[in-house]
Nanobody, 124 residues
Framework: QVQLVQSGGGLVQPGGSLRLSCAAS????????IGWFRQTPGKERERVSC???????YYADSVKGRFTISRNNAKSTVYLQMSSLNPEDTAVYYC??????????????????WGQGTQVTVSS
C-alpha cells in the first residue's frame, strides 16, 4: 500500500522560512513525478512545485525564487524549502504523485497518492 506522510508545517512570521517533508512508502519515489499543491478555503487548488523522475522542476510564478523542491531518493522523501514567506502563502499543503511511473504529469495520468496535508500559517 502506498502511503505519503507529511511533516514540517506550522506557524511562521512573514519573511521567515519553513521546510515541508513528504516521506513515501510502497513505491519507488524516483520513478514518479511528485509535487506540492496548496489549498485555501474559497480558492482554487494551486500547483506549487513538482519534480519529475529525470529532475525537471516546475514552480508556480507566485513562489518562484522563494521555494525550492528537492528529493532524497535514499530516504524516499521529497522536501519543499520555503523562504521569504508572506501571508498569501497560508494554506494547507499536500504532496501528491502521478498515477503512473515515468516522466508523466497529472493531466496524462491523473492523481496517484496524496499526503494527509499540513497547515502552513504565515502571520505576525
Amino acid at each position: 500500500q502506498v502511503q505519503l506522510v507529511q511533516s514540517g508545517g506550522g506557524l511562521v512570521q512573514p519573511g521567515g522560512s519553513l521546510r515541508l517533508s513528504c516521506a513515501a512508502s510502497g513505491l519507488t519515489l524516483d520513478r514518479y513525478t511528485i509535487g506540492w499543491f496548496r489549498q485555501t478555503p474559497g480558492k482554487e487548488r494551486e500547483r506549487v512545485s513538482c519534480v519529475s523522475p529525470v529532475g525537471n522542476t516546475y514552480y508556480a510564478d507566485s513562489v518562484k525564487g522563494r521555494f525550492t523542491i528537492s528529493r532524497n531518493n535514499a530516504k524516499s522523501t521529497v522536501y519543499l524549502q520555503m523562504s521569504s514567506l508572506n501571508p498569501e502563502d497560508t494554506a494547507v499543503y499536500y504532496c501528491v504523485t502521478t498515477n503512473r511511473a515515468g516522466t508523466y504529469y497529472w493531466r496524462e495520468t491523473g492523481f496517484g497518492s496524496w499526503g494527509q496535508g499540513t497547515q502552513v500559517t504565515v502571520s505576525s
